[in-house]
């Protein structure tokens, strides 16, 4: 397959590199008449393009020219508004030229605002040799008077105008924007600064991280931190990514998850901690999954795996009001009730709801493979699998795609869950439970197991599960079983995709609208085919 760029992609990159020379140029002179805009250190900026508008009304009334007033008062008036000056920073994303008079829209990081630039006001040899030179996506100061123009836009009359930062690339075409996603994504400092609208999703997580901070911190918990490098890899099942530490002469592994860590703080006396920590998992990429990602663990002493439902349920209607305004909201395209009871089923009962099949019924493992046989269902066990491993077979297959309305499944087979508390009435199953929002996995908790004997049991059958399969990694954390034969109390833990969250709270249908900077495949080289380095599908 031809890796040629067709023609109009070509001509427009031309076209990039000419006009980029020009600008070059213009620098150049700038910098030849001692006017570097690079220079430049500071600027006081004193108002918001956002905050100008929504206070102008009240302004504008206080100098509104009234019926009596004759030349001389009006004046005043005129003379007193001049005298409210302020200043604005921002980058030019429009340029309408009315001789000798242009209009300029100034963007900050607020909103948008107009600009009128007067040859009268700035000086007629500025305006015409400096000022007129100047391009769309360049960086000015702003100082001048509000006003509002006859078609009735509120403005800044420009009294001084400063070129702050020289843009040497042009922006993308007006009307057609930064449409390409892939690119949104690489560059999304551009993606930015032309699509406004994007900038208000990372606004919007960033709320969403200070009102779960303020929950936890308001019921008691205590936000830690914990290391991102780690001296074993653990054996669980996500893959880690190795690096190596020169002066110790070891490889360490980025960790995949803060879990351990985090109780052995509840082991030390800490009874509510949690943590904002970034995840790395050497694993898959599609619109739910980044090889970097953001969790929140909790765990709160002296509760279980239904204290930890309770709270997660109070938590997301308390962010649904304070971020949305309202505990319904919309998710693409479907209505997600965060403040109805959240429906609560076992995973026995999901998969009888949803399957038609009942776990009780399969008086063995063969009963099990052999009715996943029939039903047609994969269990990647094989002939090794047990009925816990059917039933996640089945969930799997017919139940999660099902949990659109926020859902908990709770009492998963000890299989998949080494980590959590048996129950002690149902020792085949654990105390622990995931919750999905629009069939997708949101978050998981259990009541911790704290057994230092049952905890290394499992530690040990899940080496030895790796070495079965060929896999020759994976260790015991034989700190973390030490830490609980010290004792830790009976213990609530859950953890949460913040990511996942944004998406839901800002209806983004992918992980990498909710990421600034998410992995990407690094572009084909010159002479390299394109079909090779196609970007991993979303489908």
């Known amino acids: 397959m031809s890796n ?5 992609v070509a001509e427009q990159e031309q076209d990039r590199n000419q006009l980029r020379q020009i600008r070059i140029e213009k620098l150049q002179q700038r910098q030849a008449e ?8 500071k600027f006081d900026v004193t108002a918001k393009a956002a905050s100008i508008k929504a206070s102008y009304e009240e302004t504008e009334a206080k100098f509104r020219v009234e019926a009596g007033d004759d030349d ?27 001789g000798r008079a242009n209009f300029i829209d100034v963007h900050d990081d607020t909103d948008r605002i107009q600009v009128y630039v007067r040859s009268n006001d700035v000086g007629k040899d500025f305006f015409k040799n400096d000022f007129k030179q100047w391009d769309i996506g360049d960086i000015v100061g702003v100082k001048g008077f509000v006003f509002r123009t006859k078609k009735g836009e509120i403005s800044i009359h420009a009294q001084e105008i400063t070129m702050l930062s020289k843009s040497l690339l042009p922006l993308p075409e007006k009307w057609h924007g930064l449409k390409d996603q892939d690119m949104r994504y690489r560059q999304r400092y551009l993606d930015l600064i032309v699509n406004p609208e994007v ?76 943590e904002v920590g970034r995840i790395f998992r050497n694993e898959g990429m599609d619109p739910s999954h980044n090889p970097e990602f953001t969790t929140i663990e909790m765990y709160q002493a002296y509760t279980d795996y239904k204290g930890m439902m309770d709270l997660i349920e109070d938590m997301y209607r308390t962010l649904a ?24 089923l076992t995973m026995v009962e999901a998969v009888q709801k949803y399957a038609g099949v009942n776990y009780y019924d399969w008086e063995t493992d063969a009963d099990a493979r052999a009715c996943a046989k029939e039903k047609g269902v994969e269990v990647e066990e094989g002939e090794h699998a047990t009925k816990g491993h059917v039933l996640l077979a089945f969930f799997d297959a017919f139940v999660e795609e099902q949990l659109i309305q926020p859902t908990i499944i709770y009492d998963y087979p000890v299989e998949n869950s080494p980590l959590a508390k048996r129950k002690p009435e149902e020792p085949a199953f654990t105390e622990r439970f995931e919750y999905f929002i629009y069939a997708r996995e949101m978050g998981n908790a259990f009541s911790e197991l704290n057994d230092p004997v049952d905890q290394r049991e499992r530690f040990v059958k899940q ?28 213990t609530g833990g859950l953890g949460l995709g913040l990511d996942r969250l944004v998406m839901l709270l800002t209806d ?32």
């Open 4 to 8: 040629q760029t067709n023609p109009p």
């Open 199 to 274: 900038k208000q999703t990372f606004v919007t997580r960033s709320q969403i991280l200070r009102e779960i901070r303020a929950y936890l911190d308001g019921i008691g918990y205590l936000e830690v931190e914990t290391p991102v490098l780690l001296p074993l890899q653990i054996a669980a099942a996500a893959r880690p990514f190795v690096t190596h530490h020169n002066t110790l002469d070891m490889d360490m592994y980025l960790r995949i998850e803060t879990e351990l860590n985090l109780k052995k703080l509840i082991v030390g006396g800490f009874d509510r901690v949690y």
């Open 34 to 41: 001692d006017n570097d805009p690079f220079a430049i250190t």
């Open 321 to 344: 009001k304070k971020i949305c305004g309202k505990d319904v909201i919309p998710y693409q395209g479907t209505d997600i009730r965060l403040g109805e009871p959240w429906e609560r």
């Open 72 to 98: 001389e008062a009006f004046q005043a008036k005129l003379d007193t508004l001049k005298e409210q000056s302020i200043s604005i920073a921002g980058r030019i994303m429009s340029w309408r030229d009315m």
């Open 508 to 539: 983004s249908a992918s992980i990498r609208d909710v990421l600034l900077f998410p992995t990407m495949r690094p572009l084909p080289k010159l002479g390299q085919d394109a079909s090779e380095e196609s970007e991993i599908s979303e489908a």
């Open 463 to 490: 080496v030895e599960a790796r070495r079965a399969l060929g896999d020759t990694t994976g260790e015991v954390d034989e700190d973390f079983v030490t830490a609980l034969e010290y004792g830790m109390p009976p």
